[in-house]
């Protein structure tokens, strides 16, 4: 009014914010609809003007980070990075099943249980918005432990007997045996065999394992003798030579 001193008084939510000032700045801490209202008073009359502020909150951001690859029965690490406008709560799910959540729980160690390339997926989640991130991880299991063991020296022309203890996360182990890298034997769950050996010298007798999971070998020396058969005799002004 004219000549008289008016003071306004502004109301967010039914809160006093100011008074005596002609505008507003205000931040709002959550999303959705208030209203704001200024009453006008110069000692002699009210008036009010109210209207409504839709606010809606930021979306999340998130990535992940870790490891892309491991062992099977191994620990592995991710971190979910985000940024949202309050604690959100964070949904962990490895092959759409849920491992872990909570609010800030921005980090995940998990054994996995099968090979193959697996994804895991965090989730930043708030009242009133959510998003997602993804990353691939190969599961790779564990090489075979194999040893094998037999025969060190053996005779040419006779069987020797070899043997090897294997352990795997697999159910059967498929087997190829080698001597000096020819293929001799193969099978399912073939882990001894015997064998004649039909020259003299090292030898090298190399087992190689796969159980559909993963793979293994080990190998050993094998040192061939010849039995010597009966002397050859060589007639020389008479006398005669033994073989060797």
Do not use: C
């Amino acid at each position: 009014t004219e000549g008289r001193n008016v003071e306004l008084t502004w109301m967010v939510d039914g809160q006093e914010e100011s008074t005596f000032g002609d505008g507003l700045t205000y931040e709002f801490e959550k999303p959705g609809s208030h209203q704001v209202l200024v009453e006008a008073t110069d000692g002699y009359s009210t008036d009010r003007a109210t209207m409504n502020v839709e606010v809606t909150a930021p979306e999340p951001q998130i990535s992940i980070r870790g490891d892309t690859k491991g062992q099977l029965q191994d620990p592995l690490s991710f971190t979910a990075d985000y940024d949202a406008y309050t604690t959100p709560e964070i949904i962990w799910t490895i092959g759409g099943q849920t491992v872990k959540s909570g609010l800030d729980e921005d980090t995940l160690r998990h054994k996995f249980e099968e090979p193959g390339s697996k994804t895991v997926k965090a989730t930043v989640k708030t009242p009133y918005s959510k998003a997602s991130d993804r990353t691939r991880v190969q599961v790779n299991a564990p090489p075979l432990d194999m040893a094998v063991g037999g025969t060190e020296e053996a005779q040419a022309g006779q069987k020797a007997q070899y043997k090897v203890n294997a352990e795997g996360l697999g159910d059967t182990i498929t087997y190829d045996w080698y001597v000096n890298n020819r293929l001799i034997e193969s099978g399912r769950g073939k882990d001894q065999i015997y064998h004649t050996f039909q020259s003299a010298g090292t030898k090298t007798l190399k087992v190689e394992g796969d159980d559909g999971l993963s793979t293994g070998q080990d190998s050993m020396s094998v040192q061939v003798t010849v039995n010597n058969p009966n002397p050859s005799i060589a007639s020389v002004s008479g006398s005669y030579i033994k073989g060797d």
